[in-house]
Each structure stands twice: as structure tokens, then as C-alpha cells.
């Protein structure tokens, strides 16, 4: 079992635990605003499952109905996770809407704070382990799950600080309206998340520092040919995916140009693992004087 998908079960374990942390205050206070911390952990359980699936789906090696690998799935499971977040949003706004018309003095507010701290203690450990993690492994699902836990340790804490002060001042119409900023941030935290994953679905080019890093990979390791134009990058999950033409005299041989294309390849596999490399190799006369200046 590969380091991914161990933290990705982590996550079904961790979400678990701070819901019924969550679920015990909300249950100890009956605080509304409680209540939306505990429902959004609901959707943390619900999407770690989904970011699990995504995970060991991703993982199949390529096969004859998917050439390019199963990469995409991840992509697929952290846009379900921001539809179940906004989803999560709007019934904790319901929720608010009728607290706020019918607002109610806290039972217990102090225990029920305490062991909702407690909670959100674990959610910012764990959001730390799925973020740095999800970065290094090149992980959108696990980066997406992190990204929701730490908009849930945001929340939670403006809760616990917020239905505090409720409790000190005695007004209860507070809790509701707490409810409904939570749901107004998670909202957002919902758009984000999904934005980011319909770029990977589109086929969207890797970032300007990553493009610098393989033109200069490139310039450096294709001594031999005269030009690389029409480079084209694209991210898929784990995978890298770059193409382009490299121009070589007309008296090189097939094996001289190999040699080229190998010494490229093996310089982009050694910064980009998981990278899948095209080169389309052409004669002097299809030179376009742009592109990636070969040194």
C-alpha cells in the first residue's frame, strides 16, 4: 500500500473521530452554530471516501481503453468534494435562517466548547499532514481535502470564539448568525476547491515556475539538435505531460536523433517521475527560429 492512499484512509479515520467530537458538542450545547461544525465534518467523512476511491483509481496502470493512465480520477473526486461542500453550506444557512427566527440560550456551553476545541485541534494536525503530503505526492485529492479541513479549522475556531462570546453576553441571536458566516466560508472554500480541479479536467498547463524548469531541462540535455519548439504541457493528477518537436540536421542519423530524445527524457524523468514525454523529431527545413534555445 503506497503512501497516498495510507494517508487517504487516515482521512476516514480522522474525519470520524472530530464527527462525533463535533456531534457530543453540538449535542452538550445544542448551539446551531456547533451543529454546522458537525455537519460540515459529515461532508470531510463523505469526501474522504470519495478521495480514497479517486486515489487507488488513479493508480491503475494504463491499459487499452486508457492509454494515458487513469490520472483524471482525482480531478473527478475533489469536484464531488466541492459539491458536497456547498451542499453542506446551504443546509447549515437553513439552519441559521430558523435559529435566527427562533433563537435559544446554550446548555452546557463550556464542556461542549471544549471537547469541539478538541476537535478542531486534530482537523489542523491532520489538514497540515494532507497538505504538505498531498503537495509532495503530487496528490489534487489529497491537496483538496486539506484545503476543505483547514476552511473547517477557520470556521471552527471563529465558532468556539463566537458562541464564547454569546455565552458572556446572553445574546443568543449570535449562534445563528455565526452559523450563517460559517456557511458563507465554506461556500467559498466549495468554488475554490471546484475551480481548481475544472482546470486539471480541461487539460490546463502546468505553472510558469514548473514550464521555466522544463524549457531550461530541455535546453540543457538537447546539445545535437538545432531547435525545440511547439512545446505543450498539461497535468493530469501525478502525471506530467509534455510534447514537442525537436529539429535536427538533415545529416543525423535515426540513432543520433535517439540518442537526443533519450538524454532529454531522462533529464525531464529525473525532475518529473511520473511524467509521460512525446518528442516528435523533424528535418532543418521544418525550423521555426522559436522556441526553447538549445545551448
Excluded at 51 to 80: C, M, T, W
Aim: hydrophobic fraction near 55%.
Amino acid at each position: 500500500m503506497n503512501r497516498t492512499l495510507k494517508i487517504a484512509i487516515g482521512s476516514i479515520v480522522v474525519g470520524l473521530v472530530v464527527l462525533g467530537l463535533k456531534a457530543i458538542a453540538w449535542w452538550m450545547t445544542g448551539s446551531i452554530a456547533l451543529l454546522s461544525d458537525a455537519l460540515e465534518s459529515i461532508v470531510n467523512v463523505v469526501t474522504a471516501v470519495a478521495a480514497l476511491v479517486a486515489i487507488q483509481v488513479a493508480a491503475r496502470p494504463a491499459d487499452a481503453n486508457h492509454p494515458y493512465g487513469h490520472h483524471k480520477a482525482e480531478f473527478f473526486s475533489a469536484v464531488l468534494e466541492g459539491v458536497m461542500i456547498i451542499i453542506a453550506a446551504l443546509l447549515i444557512m437553513n439552519e441559521a435562517v430558523k435559529g435566527f427566527m427562533a433563537p435559544r440560550m446554550l446548555d452546557a456551553p463550556l464542556e461542549g466548547l471544549l471537547v469541539n476545541g478538541a476537535a478542531s485541534v486534530i482537523n489542523a494536525v491532520w489538514c497540515y499532514v494532507l497538505i504538505s503530503q498531498g503537495r509532495r505526492h503530487r496528490s489534487p485529492a489529497l491537496v483538496a481535502d486539506g484545503r476543505h479541513l483547514l476552511s473547517d479549522v477557520v470556521s471552527s475556531v471563529g465558532v468556539t470564539f463566537g458562541v464564547g462570546i454569546a455565552i458572556l453576553t446572553g445574546w443568543a441571536k449570535l449562534d445563528p448568525i455565526l452559523a450563517g458566516l460559517v456557511a458563507i466560508n465554506i461556500l467559498w472554500s466549495g468554488w475554490k476547491v471546484i475551480k481548481e480541479s475544472v482546470s486539471g479536467l480541461l487539460d490546463e498547463a502546468v505553472s510558469d515556475e514548473m514550464l521555466k524548469v522544463i524549457r531550461d531541462l530541455i535546453s540543457a540535455n538537447a546539445t545535437g539538435a538545432i531547435e525545440v519548439h511547439d512545446l505543450r504541457t498539461r497535468h493530469a493528477g501525478k502525471a506530467t505531460f509534455i510534447d514537442f518537436h525537436m529539429v535536427v540536421a538533415g545529416h543525423t542519423t535515426v540513432d543520433q536523433a535517439h540518442e537526443i530524445c533519450d538524454r532529454i527524457e531522462t533529464a525531464l524523468k529525473g525532475k518529473f517521475p511520473d511524467g509521460m514525454i512525446t518528442i516528435h523529431v523533424e528535418p532543418e527545413n521544418k525550423a521555426k527560429h522559436q522556441g526553447v534555445l538549445v545551448l
